[in-house]
């Protein structure tokens, strides 16, 4: 699986964005598709989870809210709309899949799959 985020940027606080992350080799409807951010001197940590249908998601407290996950499995992609955005959300942000599709999980070691990473930045 090759997971390809993109819409990362500059915004500035109050401001929105709209991260997607495209999938390619392998159909995605069986995974459950994650947003994960990591900030300089930090862990990585998840931001929002979607299971296979989109039936279920999870958010991490400090994003509920103001995130919304969600997934279009026909093109195979997943995408993250970001509202109310404030300087503690600045971070490099990463798609990640993992198997099977019903079970979501917050450690970042239980995703197999991985994007590059869009940086996000907010200023205040």
């Known amino acids: 699986v090759q997971l390809v985020e993109s819409g990362g940027g500059v915004v500035q606080s109050g401001g929105s964005l709209r991260l997607s992350c495209a999938a390619s080799?392998?159909?995605?409807?069986?995974?459950?598709m994650a947003w994960f951010r990591q900030a300089p001197g930090k862990e990585r940590e998840l931001v929002a989870a979607i299971s296979w249908n989109g039936g279920t998601t999870d958010y991490a407290d400090s994003v509920k809210g103001r995130f919304t996950i969600s997934r279009d499995n026909r093109e195979n992609t997943v995408s993250l709309q970001m509202s109310s955005l404030n300087p503690e959300d600045t971070a490099v942000y990463y798609c990640?899949?993992?198997?099977?599709?019903?079970?979501?999980?917050?450690?970042?070691?239980?995703?197999?799959?991985w994007g590059q990473g869009t940086q996000v930045t907010v200023s205040s």
């Open positions: 080799g392998r159909i995605l409807s069986a995974y459950v």
């Open positions: 990640a899949a993992r198997f099977p599709g019903h079970e979501l999980v917050s450690r970042s070691s239980e995703y197999p799959y």
